[in-house]
């Protein structure tokens, strides 16, 4: 997605900047407030500071299968994945609400939204459904226009994060503060950026922007810990990992830890490859450092240091699922796992 944005419910308070966005007098962005007031149903945008992108709702009244509705995204920001990012947070809101399906319709000429919604997993049911709008045309006139729609269906599973210890809230419908965790060589940080990229959200290294120095030096932890305060203090950012020396600073401000719980052989080997392949290349890594061949038979190799570190790592993922005080926690423990969540976030 090429827009950072915040998805969230509307209230009140945003109706003058979504009026902007329609035919004056139409009173369609204060007609859904009112009726989500009155419980049928939650109306949802995305947002950069004070300016809507788009607009969809969620309407419960259909039954135990709540239907996607009236999904628009404004014409100066399509293209940009944010419509999809909507569907993703509204089809996430039923979920939480204890619904197993979703359904939409899409009108015959709409080819662009067709293909949206086929990427996001909604299948045609071969049911098609028939209903009226009021709008107000370039003249001012209000007119009543029917259309029929052919019906989509999605099946949601459950959440990915196993059953969260009683006392733990639930994980929520699109953290903007996300870290992720594993043992070395687990794949941590292309994952972080692979999520990062989906959602939005700035992503930040460990390694680079906290940890390292050019020449393999290390900053003192009094430095690690300030960088890392300041950067958890932000509202939106995604970290691929956290040392333990200042790990309790991330996780006081993280709205959800992503755990790699992979087995030994598996990152073992993953890391032997990616370890082999830097030091070949020479490409840069921990801020400019490089891997050297003689640095993999050192005191400090990351391979030695796979071994001292695993089973602690290992302890410290499964502490973070377990712990109620901890953020909602998501642990995966083989790659295609990983691979499907992931995918479920893009278009």
Not at 53 to 82: M, N, T
Request: charged share 25%; hydrophobic share 40%; aromatic share 8%.
């Amino acid at each position: 997605m090429n827009i950072s944005v915040n998805i969230r419910k509307c209230t009140a308070d945003d109706l003058p900047a979504l009026c902007l966005h329609e035919p004056p007098g139409a009173k369609i962005a204060e007609g859904f407030l009112v009726r989500q007031t009155a419980g049928e149903l939650l109306y949802a945008t995305a947002w950069t500071g004070g300016t809507p992108h788009d607009g969809a709702v969620l309407d419960f009244r259909a039954g135990p299968v709540p239907e996607l509705k009236h999904l628009f995204v404004y014409p100066g920001s399509r293209g940009a994945g944010i419509g999809g990012a909507l569907c993703r947070w509204l089809e996430e809101q039923a979920r939480l609400a204890g619904h197993s399906a979703i359904v939409l319709g899409v009108e015959p000429g709409n080819t662009a939204g067709r293909k949206l919604y086929k990427g996001l997993g909604y299948r045609p049911t071969g049911a098609t459904e028939t209903y009226s709008y009021e709008f107000t045309d370039p003249d001012g006139n209000r007119s009543v226009a029917t259309e029929t729609a052919a019906l989509h269906h999605k099946q949601l599973g459950p959440p990915w994060a196993i059953e969260p210890p009683a006392g733990r809230e639930p994980t929520p419908a699109a953290p903007s503060r996300v870290l992720f965790y594993g043992v070395t060589g687990s794949g941590k940080s292309t994952a972080a950026r692979a999520y990062a990229q989906s959602r939005g959200l700035p992503g930040f290294s460990a390694d680079d922007d906290i940890g390292w120095l050019p020449g393999w030096q290390q900053r003192t932890v009094e430095e690690q810990r300030g960088i890392a305060a300041s950067l958890a203090a932000q509202d939106r950012w995604v970290l691929d990992s956290a040392y333990g020396a200042w790990r309790d600073v991330v996780l006081s401000r993280a709205e959800l830890i992503v755990c790699l719980d992979y087995p030994r052989w598996l990152s073992l080997a993953r890391l032997v490859r990616r370890t082999l392949r830097r030091a070949l290349t020479r490409e840069p890594v921990c801020n400019g450092n490089e891997e050297t061949m003689a640095r993999l038979f050192t005191q400090d190799s990351i391979l030695r240091w796979h071994f001292r570190s695993f089973t602690r790592k290992r302890q410290v993922m499964r502490g973070l699922e377990a712990d109620p005080r901890m953020p909602a926690t998501i642990m995966f423990r083989r790659p295609r796992e990983l691979d499907a969540w992931l995918a479920q976030l893009e278009l």
